[in-house]
């Protein structure tokens, strides 16, 4: 009797042992798993997912060869256009009307040039063939004329004239419209984007993502006869 309660005994050490080793090479399988995938750090996902999606522009521009000189006559012009010289009998325009004629007049770029300039609506980053004029979409005040800027195809003008989720940049406003008396420019306040829902459908998604390769690498290890059984089916 004695010698079969110490066989029992070393029988249930023997199991529980292999149980054991099992469960490590499952928990070692799924780290592996988890590393070859490469995750990136959520936080910083959401937060660059956030910018990605929240982050857009319109914007016109005006294509120029590429000369200093040109460049910087235009955009005087366009700033004498919306800001007369005191005296003078010529009428003041709205900054967007100047723009988008001096683009008509003058932009080489002829698919935008024909729409006055005009880039894209609310257009995310990346939009733009030229690198610089990308990124100068996002870097450039909000309803000034700016550049010259070069690229590869020339020198730009820009006018940004309406861009989301820049508070740093921008502040409480996101774009400009006519004023009431038809010529002046109104900046206006934009509308904040909800961060704490988008943040929620992230993790959530992040949540989906950890627990599928958690099913993986238990079907892994079920597939090399390494567990007996699947964690749902115990």
């Not at 894209?120 to 990124?135: F, I, M």
Request: hydrophobic content about 40%; proline content about 4%; aromatic content about 8%.
């Amino acid at each position: 009797m004695k010698q079969k309660n110490e066989n029992d005994r070393s029988g249930s050490m023997m199991r529980l042992t292999t149980q054991a080793l099992r469960y490590g090479i499952v928990l070692t399988v799924l780290l592996q798993f988890a590393t070859s995938l490469q995750l990136p750090n959520p936080i910083q996902t959401i937060s660059r997912d956030f910018q990605a999606l929240t982050r857009k522009v319109t914007a016109h521009h005006i294509l120029l060869p590429k000369s200093t000189d040109v460049a910087l006559a235009l955009k005087q012009r366009i700033r004498n256009a919306v800001s007369p010289k005191k005296g003078s009998d010529v009428n003041p325009m709205y900054i967007v009307d100047a723009f988008s004629s001096a683009a008509v007049k003058y932009s080489r770029d002829e698919e935008t040039a024909a729409r006055g300039g005009k880039l894209g609506t609310l257009v995310p980053q990346g939009y733009c063939r030229s690198e610089e004029l990308d990124k100068a979409c996002f870097e450039v005040p909000l309803g000034e004329i700016a550049g010259p800027i070069e690229s590869e195809y020339g020198y730009h003008l820009l006018l940004v004239t309406e861009r989301t989720n820049c508070p740093k940049l921008d502040g409480e406003y996101s774009k400009i419209v006519r004023g009431d008396d038809g010529v002046s420019t109104k900046f206006v306040k934009g509308s904040k984007v909800d961060v704490t829902e988008f943040a929620i459908q992230q993790i959530g998604f992040w949540i989906a993502v950890a627990f599928a390769g958690g099913v993986v690498a238990e079907i892994a290890a079920k597939a090399v006869n390494i567990a007996d059984s699947y964690p749902w089916e115990s």
